[in-house]
């Protein structure tokens, strides 16, 4: 497996361990600075559906309410990732759809965000597009063992099951690969909306049991 797919798929997975198991490859350390960006109001909270919510998100410390809001934000970023992956050209352009939407998920302060699109928008240029694979959804993100740190603050562990395609500008598949992995996620409670902060590696060793192979 090469190297560059591996970085590429950390970052669209919530690790920074490889693409299967048994690769010990690490993507590159993200030193990028986050650019400030907009935060949604406690009063009027923009879901993926395009509905609005008007009540301030849960606390950590109510942690069945916060684990499943923690679920939904996490299903979110999955879907953000594969709208960009899709063509990850648009990484590249800060206005784009994608990108603000991916971004929203994100503290201010996060380096994570924008690391991630710089690694996707060099698979754009580099003509790498990617698609879901058998498994009909490019990664799939589980929530698991959350453990607050007061109410605005939050750890928790992800596993997801990855299923991916890299095509050519053609549509031609020159590479794919799936398989399990696992983060540790900081997340905080701002304003009263929950964001992700920080993405760690976490061993996969942790995760259930994989179902059937990609």
Do not use: H, K
């Amino acid at each position: 497996m090469m190297r560059r797919s591996t970085a590429v798929l950390l970052a669209a997975v919530l690790a920074l361990g490889a693409c299967s198991g048994d690769d010990a490859d690490a993507g590159p350390t993200n030193t990028t600075t986050s650019e400030p960006r907009e935060t949604p109001s406690t009063t009027s909270t923009t879901r993926a559906n395009g509905a609005a919510t008007s009540t301030t998100q849960p606390p950590a410390t109510d942690t069945e309410a916060a684990a499943t809001v923690l679920q939904d934000l996490i299903s979110r970023y999955d879907a953000a990732v594969a709208a960009i992956l899709a063509d990850p050209r648009v990484a590249a352009d800060p206005a784009s759809r994608e990108v603000q939407s991916y971004l929203s998920l994100f503290s201010e302060n996060s380096a994570f965000a924008d690391g991630a699109l710089a690694n996707w928008a060099n698979e754009g240029a580099a003509g790498r597009f990617y698609r879901p694979g058998p498994r009909g959804q490019l990664t799939s993100s589980t929530v698991i063992d959350l453990t607050p740190a007061g109410d605005d603050e939050a750890t928790f562990d992800i596993c997801a099951e990855n299923s991916m395609e890299i095509t050519d500008a053609a549509g031609n598949v020159v590479e794919s690969f799936g398989g399990q992995t696992a983060a540790s996620v900081v997340a905080a409670r701002i304003d009263g909306v929950w964001q992700i902060r920080d993405l760690t590696q976490a061993p996969a060793s942790g995760c259930p049991e994989r179902g059937a192979d990609q």
